[in-house]
């Protein structure tokens, strides 16, 4: 490769930012189209401000608000939930490709989950089964009724818990809808609607699926990128559609450029590198991203475009934390140049702020400020809350 086959670090983050549908100001209305542009969007339980996937979705339509998802899901069927790397929701047009990750995961999942939860959850599927096709769809306190409830965690399940999760990862039941945050699932005959299950690409067509659109999301990918994206092919399956790809023309050879200087061999589509090689505006407007973004979830990648480190500390014990428990990655443009911590106040009805870290080389003037007050007060309309507290966090820089 030569000089001309690299890419500048200001059009890496300005096209993986422009792909994550980051690059422009928030302001678009159709939630159907940024699912697609997304892929998927990650669920969590974690709700100190908003959930991941309302979060996710908000910070790239501020129309937005959280029971239209759950529309798309629960009632029009437009949209499924489903695990890639872990529980997402993803456009109902995917479904068909799932198939075969649900036959490769059947199988892997049963290994794990033998050594990890207690009790014979494969002996209980067909119990749960009849249950669910008895009485419609359920949660996992309506199964297993004679079981001994865990007391160790979220993964100390119930015999007939792991059964229903192995189902849904599976792909013989579906979640049909939320209660809150109580999924319950049904038959996936029962949801899942028919012209979609009548849909059988081949396993070669969906894996090709998954590449193709991994490599559509991110702009420029490795093989191991491309793999992780859905969690749907191997890393092996990636380098040889690659290899396939570099052989017929459809893809080409490029270098990245990181932010500190340092050069990474990735794949591009082949009618996508002169666009790529075009710089792109980005809006100043500031954004508070979830630490579950798309683009900041593989944290390594993050650091290499980005130059930010960025590390969730949930499960880190409270002494030693290098910021806060629940913090919130803050973008400007092409850079992200702070993070905060922030939690809605349900009983005061106020957003807190609890911790501000701005970044080394980051001077937050007056009109920087001002933005981020604007994006403060916006984001308190996603959590519901009136107001903002602790702004002397904020005037202590």
């Known amino acids: 490769m030569t000089s001309s086959d690299i890419l500048p670090n200001a059009q890496v983050r300005q096209h993986f930012l422009d792909r994550h549908q980051l690059r422009k100001p928030p302001l678009g209305t159709r ?31 501020q129309s937005y608000r959280p029971p239209a998802l759950r529309k798309m899901v629960d009632h029009s069927r437009e949209a499924f939930e489903a695990w890639t790397h872990d529980a997402s929701i993803l456009p109902i047009s995917a479904f068909p490709h799932w198939r075969h990750k649900f036959i490769r995961d059947a199988e892997q999942v049963q290994k794990r ?169 980005t809006s100043n407007r500031l954004r508070i991203l979830s630490p579950f973004d798309p683009a900041l979830r593989n944290r390594a990648r993050a650091e290499e475009f980005f130059g930010f480190s960025y590390r969730i500390e ?6 030693q934390r290098q910021y806060g428990y629940y913090v919130f990655p803050i973008l400007e443009g092409s850079a992200l140049i702070s993070r905060i911590e922030i939690k809605a106040n349900r009983k005061k009805n106020v957003i807190d702020i609890i911790g501000f870290w701005p970044e080394a080389d980051v001077k937050f003037t007056p009109a920087r400020m001002e933005r981020l007050m604007a994006e403060l007060k916006r984001i308190c309309l996603l959590a519901d809350c009136r107001d903002i507290s602790g702004l002397e966090v904020l005037r202590s820089i």
């Open 31 to 61: 939630l159907d189209q940024t699912l697609r542009a997304l892929n998927f969007v990650q669920v969590d339980s974690i709700n100190t401000l908003a959930r991941a996937h309302d979060l996710i979705l908000w910070s790239r339509q």
């Open 314 to 319: 949930v499960f880190v014990p409270a002494a």
């Open 113 to 281: 989950w033998k050594a990890w939860h207690r009790g014979d959850f494969l002996a209980q599927t067909e119990t749960v089964l009849e249950q669910i096709a008895r009485h419609g769809p359920l949660g996992s306190g309506e199964v297993g009724a004679n079981e001994q409830r865990g007391t160790g965690g979220w993964w100390d399940w119930h015999p007939s818990k792991t059964a229903l999760e192995y189902l849904w990862r599976t792909g013989r039941i579906t979640v049909s809808r939320r209660e809150g945050f109580r999924k319950l699932y049904d038959l996936t005959e029962n949801v899942i609607p028919q012209d979609i299950r009548n849909a059988h690409p081949s396993l070669n067509e969906s894996r090709d699926w998954a590449c193709r659109g991994a490599l559509r999301a991110l702009g420029f990918a490795t093989a191991k990128e491309v793999s992780e994206f859905y969690d749907f092919v191997t890393v092996a399956e990636a380098r040889a559609w690659i290899t396939s790809g570099l052989k017929s023309g459809a893809l080409r050879d490029i270098r990245t450029e990181a932010a500190n200087g340092q050069l990474r061999d990735r794949v591009v589509f082949t009618q996508d590198w002169p666009s790529l090689q075009e710089p792109l505006a």
